[in-house]
């Protein structure tokens, strides 16, 4: 689930923006708006996608304080 690749990254595992994207397609319909707004949004885009993600999934938004510190967009 993508909320694990999320919570990976949290945790201390190296992050790979290119990988990210991956994961996220692999998800489908799920993933689809985190990889548009990799593919034509800004860093603002993407995290609001994320944090949407978090919302239909129904999970704790308090994960949207992490979301918002890093950077989708770049590796780590």
Do not use: P
Not at 31 to 48: L, N
């Amino acid at each position: 689930m993508i909320i694990d690749l999320i919570l990976d990254r949290s945790d201390g595992e190296k992050y790979s923006a290119r990988r990210f994207y991956g994961d996220c397609m692999e998800y489908g319909q799920v993933g689809r708006w985190i990889t548009r707004a990799m593919d034509y949004g800004t860093e603002a885009a993407v995290k609001q996608a994320l944090i949407k993600y978090l919302e239909d999934q129904g999970y704790s938004l308090d994960i949207a304080v992490y979301i918002n510190s890093v950077d989708w967009l770049k590796e780590d």
